[in-house]
């Protein structure tokens, strides 16, 4: 049945209509993985569900921003021109904030087992500084129908989920091997994003 679906999107989008999708959720979900690789180190214990919940919750915001990029750019143009002026702001100073807040916590331990796990409140923050620029997307499929803008919006979610998935499932490799605390290395990651998130919107 899936192949089945899969095939009649196939045939009514075309194959460059995909490709291009996947490319954008590929190139999307660069900041989401490198997040994911911060918060594995965090939480180096993390139960498989729990890296379900991250890397869907990653998923969903790469998958709804677009969309609602899409819905601005028909309906509100004006507004989504104003939106993009303050994206970069918005990422840079929530991933500063998550990133010193990363840092702090893992200086006031001494052990793995006093981390902090990502509540569900930091991880929707999270959720929406690396997705907020996906916005702009909705420029780039501003001429598709409500079903293409739905199905890209999908592909690059579910692109971002893969990837966030195996960077939970990864990221644990550098603990222990840089004579630095994990929490710090997750931090300056997560500083590191917000400024550049906030150089490509502004600055390039």
């Known amino acids: 049945m899936t192949k089945e679906i899969c095939y009649n999107l196939l045939v009514m989008y075309g194959l460059s209509f995909f490709v291009t999708s996947l490319a954008l959720g590929v190139g999307l979900a660069m900041d989401a993985f490198s ?6 180190l965090r939480e180096p214990q993390m139960s498989q569900g729990r890296k379900v919940a991250i890397a869907g919750t990653f998923g969903f915001f790469q998958f709804i921003m ?3 990029g899409w819905f ?14 303050f994206t970069p702001w918005i ?3 929530l991933l500063l904030y998550l990133g010193i807040k990363m840092i702090k ?26 997705s907020i620029d996906a916005l702009s997307v909705g420029f780039t499929i501003s001429k598709h129908t409500t079903g293409m803008a739905l199905t ?10 893969i990837l966030c998935w195996v960077a939970l499932h990864t990221g644990h490799i ?6 630095v605390r994990e929490t710090t290395i997750g931090g300056i990651i997560l500083i590191i994003i917000g400024i550049k ?4 919107g502004v600055i390039i």
């Open 35 to 40: 997040v994911s690789i911060a918060d594995s």
């Open 66 to 68: 677009p969309v609602i």
């Open 72 to 85: 601005f750019v028909h309906e509100l143009v004006s507004l989504i021109n104003v939106l993009m002026k």
């Open 91 to 93: 990422s840079l100073i």
């Open 105 to 130: 916590e893992g200086n006031e331990g001494d052990t793995v087992s006093s981390y902090k796990p990502i509540g569900t409140k930091e991880l929707i923050v999270q959720g929406i500084a690396t």
């Open 152 to 161: 890209s919006g999908l592909i690059i979610g579910i692109a971002t989920f």
């Open 174 to 179: 550098l603990k222990g091997k840089t004579g």
């Open 197 to 200: 998130v906030f150089i490509d």
